[in-house]
C-alpha cells in the first residue's frame, strides 16, 4: 500500500484523532465538525468514561494531512474539547 491521492491531487494520509469530551455542551458543535468532514472518516467510535465525567472518542480518517490538520484544530478548537492526531508512516 501507498499514498493515495485525493480529488485535487494532494497526497491522502491515514490517521487517527484523538478526542476527550470534558464539556457535555461541547457535542452539538463537535458532531457538526465531524459531519462537515465526513467524506474522509472511515470510522468512529465513542466511549462514555462515566467516572471520570467526560467521553473519549476516535475518529480514522484518510485525508491529505492539511484536512487532517484543520479538522484536529477546528475539533481541539471547541471548547471543552481536546484533541490530537497520529499519522500513520506509510
Known amino acids: 500500500m501507498g499514498h493515495l491521492e485525493g480529488a485535487d491531487g ?5 490517521a487517527i484523532i484523538g478526542i476527550i469530551v470534558e464539556k457535555e455542551g461541547a457535542v452539538g458543535e463537535l458532531n457538526r465538525i465531524l ?3 465526513g467524506d474522509y ?8 468514561y462515566p467516572k471520570k465525567g467526560i467521553h473519549i472518542i476516535s475518529i480514522a480518517v484518510d485525508a491529505p494531512q492539511s484536512i487532517i490538520s484543520a479538522l484536529s484544530g477546528k475539533l481541539g478548537g471547541v471548547e471543552g474539547v481536546s484533541s490530537k492526531a497520529a499519522y500513520s508512516k506509510m
Open 35 to 37: 459531519h462537515e468532514y
Open 41 to 48: 472518516i472511515i470510522g468512529r467510535m465513542g466511549l462514555p
Open 10 to 14: 494532494m497526497e491522502s494520509r491515514v
